[in-house]
């Protein structure tokens, strides 16, 4: 995942049994190709080069079958790991947050929602009937993705939609080693397991 033109759009295939979503960066070219796996306790999701899923570019591994406090491992096609997302729990109630780690265990970036009142809003308006359908267009979860340093290297969000889940990455600031590839497959783990909001 190299040499690629920000911002990336990722948008979810609809009618599909298992989550599917293409990546495509800002002059339309497939980035990646993302699906779960149905029917699995634990989140096992394959990366493909594109939507022919010929060429597997990374795999993503979760480490428990309960998502609280889990930590999904991301393997390049050898099976070598190249670096981790870690999903706070306990924050996640309020602010959804999440940890990168490199491929030796240091934390490398932290990906954390901007506002808690849109996540909180979404779970109340979400159940009232007719109301709920119009809230994928109100009410758009963004996340800031730093360094420790406080850094801001890229913002995440979903663009409004009434139907399909489309979300985006902007480029905020130059990468560092490896970092590209763990944002970008980082963002890729949390929007599976942020999707149904919105």
């Known amino acids: 995942m190299l040499n690629l033109h920000y911002p990336l759009t990722i948008k979810f295939k609809l009618a599909v049994l298992n989550p599917q979503?293409?990546?495509?960066?800002?002059?339309?070219?497939?980035v990646a190709y993302v699906k779960q796996?149905?029917?699995?306790?634990?989140?096992?999701?394959?990366?493909?080069?594109?939507?022919?899923?010929?060429?597997?570019?990374?795999?993503?591994?979760?480490?428990?079958?309960?998502?609280y406090n889990a930590s999904y491992s991301f393997l390049d096609a050898n099976g070598k790991e190249?670096?981790?997302?870690?999903?706070?729990?306990?924050r996640s109630l309020w602010k959804a947050e999440y940890e990168?780690?490199?491929?030796?265990?240091k934390p490398d970036l932290v990906i954390k929602e901007d506002n808690g009142w849109v996540k909180v809003l979404d779970g109340l308006l979400?159940?009232?009937?007719?109301?709920?359908?119009?809230?994928?267009?109100?009410?758009?979860?963004?996340y800031n993705i730093t360094r420790p340093d406080g850094t801001l290297v890229a913002v995440f969000h979903k663009k409004p939609d009434l139907i399909?889940?489309?979300?985006?990455?902007?480029?905020k600031a130059g990468f560092e080693e490896g970092e590209e590839t763990r944002l970008v497959l980082g963002t890729m783990m949390m929007v599976l397991l942020e999707r149904a909001r919105g």
């Open 126 to 142: 979400g159940e009232i009937p007719i109301l709920g359908l119009f809230t994928g267009y109100f009410l758009n979860p963004r």
């Open 37 to 67: 796996k149905a029917f699995k306790l634990k989140e096992d999701i394959s990366v493909f080069r594109s939507e022919a899923q010929t060429e597997l570019q990374y795999r993503i591994k979760a480490d428990r079958w309960l998502d």
């Open 100 to 105: 990168l780690f490199d491929e030796q265990g």
């Open 82 to 90: 190249c670096g981790r997302l870690l999903r706070k729990g306990a």
């Open 164 to 171: 399909s889940r489309s979300f985006e990455l902007e480029k």
């Open 21 to 30: 979503f293409s990546v495509v960066d800002l002059q339309g070219r497939p």
